[in-house]
């Protein structure tokens, strides 16, 4: 069966504190590893896909990176306006292309 | 870009009411997906289709249906409403195939009173 992990459940940082969120996954074969953005009562933003280990992919202070047991998160000089919750979700070559998500990292990030 | 839009973003209904929720999505996405989200448990799948007429039970189809008659539209429908149905409901889709990300409609925040 397919897990997802995500750690820490929460995180609170000071602007400008850098961080990483974890997102450690079991699947049969990875095809592909998701990164969200959920704000408060809406539904989650995509960010990134990555799809073999060694692929990063950035996004403005957001930098995705991808091993064979988990991916990482990293948020470089946060800003309030980052905070938000951050879902990691994993696609197995198994056959079924329903991906498997965790239940997320909520970040809080103070002024 | 994608555009997922869920028809309402809050329901208020009664207990025993039938109760449907709409979605669509406006870039011929063979792949439509529900899932309610619920503090601590994190996103679950209801149901999703892979074509008109076509649907799968997901992780918790109990008390819930769904329908698909055009590509665009896949609805969810609470045949009797119950307390326990109130949560943030998420229409989802994608193009199908392996490796493709789930894009997301804003989310209905039901509640059943």
């Known amino acids: 069966e397919d897990q997802v992990t995500q750690s820490p459940e929460a995180l609170r940082l000071q602007e400008g504190e850098s961080s990483s969120l974890n997102c450690s996954y079991t699947v049969s074969g990875l095809r592909g590893l998701f990164w969200y953005r959920q704000d408060p009562g809406k539904g989650p933003e995509f960010l990134f896909t990555?799809?073999?280990a060694g692929e990063e992919k950035e996004k403005e202070r957001l930098k995705a990176t991808l091993t064979k047991k988990e991916s990482f998160l990293h948020i470089t000089a946060p800003k309030p306006e980052d905070s938000a919750t951050y879902l990691c979700?994993?696609?197995?070559?198994?056959?079924?292309?329903?991906?498997?998500f965790g239940r997320g990292t909520s970040l809080i990030v103070h002024p | 870009d994608v555009k997922v839009t869920q028809s309402s973003r809050y329901l208020v209904k009664r207990t025993g009411e039938k109760v449907f929720l709409e979605c669509v999505q406006d870039m011929d996405h063979e792949n439509m997906f529900w899932y309610r989200q619920d503090p601590g448990l994190g996103l679950r799948l209801i149901y999703f289709?892979?074509?008109?007429?076509?649907?799968e039970k997901g992780d918790i189809p109990e008390g819930y249906s769904v329908s698909r008659e055009k590509k665009e539209r896949f609805s969810l429908i609470l045949e009797s409403a119950s307390t326990n149905q109130t949560s943030m409901y998420l229409c989802a889709s994608n193009p199908g195939g392996l490796g493709s990300p789930l894009h997301f409609g804003n989310g209905t925040r039901l509640t059943v009173t």
């Open positions: 979700a994993v696609q197995a070559s198994g056959g079924s292309y329903i991906p498997t």
């Open positions: 289709s892979y074509d008109v007429k076509m649907k």
């Open positions: 990555l799809y073999s």
